[in-house]
């Protein structure tokens, strides 16, 4: 069944605007991590919070967690052309695997100039 | 930097063929992944290693078997490839348990 669930599947805004994608899930996390994927390309990791955690910044980004809904947002502030991606949120299960991440279907960003 | 590297970006086999995906990370790493993407599917993870010569099997194994014989390199095989496995090949790494992985550019796998 799929952990990871993001919301929403697409998101067109102007440059400039802050960008808001949610991910929600349905069991118990040890952490829960963002990734960019540029068109055509690997992934790339942008932030890891932990499930002890409730909000992190990285930059223009800010991720929160809130374990009692299940649900996590991340925010990109003042957004730029080059933000035009997908973003995937990635769950680890603690009741699972080690190793094992369950990637979500992703949220296509797109800012326009 | 990790870097993780994929020996091919595009690649077209035909049905039957056997096919070697190669990734190779240069940062130590103790744990290897391929997922396969898809539209609208998402990312599935295929199989993983912790260690040398170590394996676990995905969500999807079916069709495919892997090879972990240095620690550096991780080869997928796909031991007769059907249409069905055309798609975005995946390689990733980390350095313990579930933190963050760091991904190869992918490869694309066409199957005629």
């Known amino acids: 069944s799929q952990q990871g669930e993001e919301d929403p599947q697409a998101l067109s805004i102007q440059e400039g605007e802050n960008a808001t994608m949610n991910c929600s899930y349905k069991?118990?996390?040890?952490?829960l991590q963002w990734y960019r994927q540029n068109s055509g390309r690997g992934l790339v990791h942008l932030i890891l919070?932990?499930?002890?955690?409730r909000e992190k910044h990285s930059g223009r980004l800010r991720v929160t967690l809130d374990t009692s809904k299940k649900s996590s947002s991340l925010l990109i502030t003042a957004s730029r052309a080059a933000d035009t991606a997908s973003y995937f949120c990635?769950?680890?299960?603690?009741?699972?695997?080690?190793?094992?991440?369950?990637f979500g279907k992703g949220t296509l960003l797109t800012v326009n100039p | 930097d990790v870097k993780v590297t994929q020996s091919s970006r595009y690649l077209v086999k035909r049905t039957g063929e056997k096919v070697f995906l190669e990734c190779v990370q240069d940062?130590?790493?103790?744990?290897m992944f391929w997922y396969r993407q898809d539209p609208g599917l998402g990312l599935r993870l295929i199989y993983f290693?912790?260690?040398?010569?170590?394996?676990e099997k995905g969500d999807i194994p079916e069709g495919y078997s892997v090879s972990r014989e240095k620690k550096e390199r991780f080869s997928l095989i796909l031991e007769s490839a059907s249409t069905n496995q055309t798609s975005m090949y995946l390689c990733a790494s980390s350095l313990a348990g579930v933190e963050t992985q760091y991904f190869g550019p992918g490869t694309r796998l066409l199957v005629l």
């Open positions: 290693s912790y260690d040398v010569k170590m394996k």
């Open positions: 940062m130590d790493h103790e744990n």
């Open positions: 069991t118990s996390i040890n952490n």
């Open positions: 990635a769950t680890s299960d603690s009741g699972g695997s080690n190793y094992k991440l369950t």
């Open positions: 919070i932990r499930s002890n955690e």
